[in-house]
């Protein structure tokens, strides 16, 4: 059973903007805060942004100011809104709980040309 899928990745030139967008099935969805992590080749998976169930966020320090995540209830959505790209934010992403993790899903690919 697929819990998270991500989808909206792409390429970019640096200032650019992307919007990636994860479904997760409502059992993750209602009962835990939620974020973004990436991963970068040769580099560990690192936690860039996360909401919690109330809409508290909480920002990586090289991403603050830039990114923007969401979320909406309705359709048990996370949202990235990724402004002002730069080629270090090139990485594969994926969503997922804060505490607990679930199996990943595939991630969807940012890449950042300069």
């Known amino acids: 059973q697929v819990q998270l899928v991500e989808s909206g990745g792409g390429s970019v030139q640096a200032g650019g903007s992307l919007r990636l967008s994860c479904a997760a099935s409502?059992?993750?969805?209602?009962?835990?805060?939620i974020a973004w992590y990436r991963q970068a080749p040769g580099k560990r998976r690192e936690l860039v942004a996360a909401i919690s169930r109330g809409g508290t966020t909480n920002y990586e320090d090289s991403v603050k100011g830039r990114f923007t995540i969401s979320r909406d209830n309705a359709k048990n959505m996370v949202y990235l809104q990724m402004n002002s790209l730069n080629p270090e934010d090139t990485a594969v992403y994926y969503c997922n709980t804060v505490r607990d993790l679930r199996p990943w899903g595939q991630g969807t690919q940012v890449t950042v040309s300069s």
């Open positions: 409502a059992s993750i969805f209602n009962s835990n805060s």
